[in-house]
């Protein structure tokens, strides 16, 4: 079940928000969206329900375990049985097939047969519930949140379906406090609508309509790509990644208020930025803000050498890679993301900042395109190729036919339109006319300014369900990782 189903909009989100709205108490609350929550996962991962039950069950005691142990050595041990616990899981599930595909390969190169054991399913948002458990145990050894005493609430943050398989990943210090005590008002629910709406749009009429055109390129046989195509194929990849898990966030976020919790922001315009640096700052926030907490500054930050802080960037960005999934394309992705990293942190990134804004932002837009182009590709060849295409040096044997099937009226449409909110004209225009008080505006403005935004929703709402009732291309990125 995601988001961006009709089940999920037209039964099950509505009846959690009726439930949630109709129940006394915060305890029944809390009761009904644990179960709700459980419910949600099952319905997608019934064979993996008992092992997310089994992780709430097993962080809830280690986590009194590394409170309750007064000696630091003691401490320590339980933490690291903590972390291996985790860390093991996430390993098993997400890399075991990785790990024989490689010694497969090493075993064919050296003239010896193969292994072949039972492929191992990758549970729906094992990297993000693994994290969230991570840094539950990891603020409690800290000291800067205590653990919890009841089962209830340690499974409920772990479970609590709209962060459960996409994020934002949350910090049981943030949602503590709100599982605890936590208000509803029309205006928190109202907005949290707003933000749903939005995010559902950017999902349904943006980056599912882009991910047709972006299948049609990299599905192409090397022959076939020239460099339009190639151009054409990665910025709307570019686009639809961009959409797909920004509005995923938008609603998780939307869903989150009309609970009555509040969720951090996740993006913040990372096509706006003018370095790598700034990208990182703007572009899924909370998993960077988590390797800068947890690896980071645990490894020395920049409390160090130059070498050994190059050193962390590119250990924490290669561990950024292997968290997208257990491919050499995320390793590498990862890699080049931390070379460009440590680049900015050199002469380069002084020389840089001298440039005019245009070239910033150029420069920072075609490392964050070629970055999207490893990450897409299904192995590295298949990125060479493209790279190659990009650029002009491919051989080209097919004919311009491709080019007009590809880039349809209505995929540049959408281009254009990703092109314009993925920048904050359209949210600065929204603010500036929420300052200005109504008492200054003429009546018929008045009136205008107050039905414009629910008229704008209304029909976003009825065109974005009206393509999912089409039944058409509805996929979602981040479920992979």
């Given amino acids: 079940m995601i988001f961006s189903s009709p089940i999920f909009l037209f039964f099950f989100l509505p009846l959690v928000l009726t439930v949630n709205c109709l129940l006394p108490g915060l305890r029944a609350r809390n009761l009904w969206l644990l179960g709700a929550s459980i419910l949600f996962y099952g319905w997608g991962e019934p064979a993996f329900l008992l092992l997310m039950l089994g992780s709430s069950v097993l962080n809830c005691a280690l986590g009194l375990w590394v409170e309750e142990t007064a000696s630091p050595p003691a401490r320590r041990a339980a933490l690291v049985v903590a972390v291996a616990v985790n860390l093991g899981l996430l390993a098993y599930f997400k890399y075991a097939n990785f790990a024989v595909d490689n010694l497969n390969a090493l075993l064919h190169l050296a003239g010896l047969h193969p292994v072949s054991p039972e492929p191992v399913h990758l549970p729906i948002g094992i990297s993000f519930f693994t994290f969230h458990a991570l840094s539950y145990v990891l603020d409690i050894y800290d ?71 972006a299948d049609q390129v990299f599905s192409l046989s090397p022959g076939e790509i020239s ?81 050994r802080n190059y050193f962390n960037l590119i250990l924490v960005f290669l561990m950024c890679g292997l968290w997208h999934g257990a491919s050499w394309t995320f390793v590498v992705w990862g890699l080049y993301h931390g070379a460009f990293l440590v680049l900015e942190r050199t002469r380069f990134g002084a020389w840089l900042q001298s440039l005019p804004r245009l070239v910033r932002h150029s420069y920072a837009l075609l490392v964050i395109v070629i970055g999207w182009l490893i990450f897409r590709s299904e192995n590295l060849p298949q990125a060479l190729v493209f790279l190659r295409a990009l650029f002009g040096f491919a051989q080209v044997s097919t004919s311009s036919n491709m080019l007009y099937m590809v880039l349809t009226n209505q995929a540049t449409a959408v281009m254009c339109a990703g092109v314009v909110f993925s920048i904050p004209i359209t949210a600065r225009l929204r603010e500036k006319m929420l300052r200005t008080p109504l008492t200054r505006v003429r009546l018929g403005t008045q009136w205008l300014r107050l039905l414009a935004e629910p008229l704008w929703l209304a029909a976003l709402l009825v065109l974005s369900a009206a393509w999912l009732a089409d039944g058409t291309y509805n996929p979602f990125l981040y479920f992979r990782f």
């Fill in 143 to 213: 000291g800067k949140t205590k653990a919890s005493r009841k089962l209830s609430e340690t499974a409920l943050y772990i479970f609590l379906f709209p962060q459960l398989i996409a994020g934002p990943i949350l910090r049981w210090g943030w949602m503590a406090p709100q599982i605890a005590s936590r208000h509803l008002t029309s205006e928190r629910f109202a907005e949290g609508v707003r933000r749903f709406v939005y995010g559902l749009a950017k999902k349904v009429l943006i980056a599912n309509a882009l991910a047709t055109p």
């Fill in 227 to 307: 460099p339009m195509l190639a151009w054409i194929g990665i910025v709307c990849y570019t686009l639809q990644i961009y959409f797909d898990f920004s509005g995923y966030s938008d609603m998780a976020i939307g869903i989150g208020k009309m609970l009555g919790f509040e969720f951090i922001e996740n993006f913040n315009y990372p096509y706006i930025s003018q370095s790598i640096r700034e990208f990182w700052r703007r572009w899924h926030i909370s998993l960077s803000n988590w390797f800068r907490d947890y690896v980071y500054f645990r490894l020395g930050g920049n409390r160090c050498s130059k070498a």
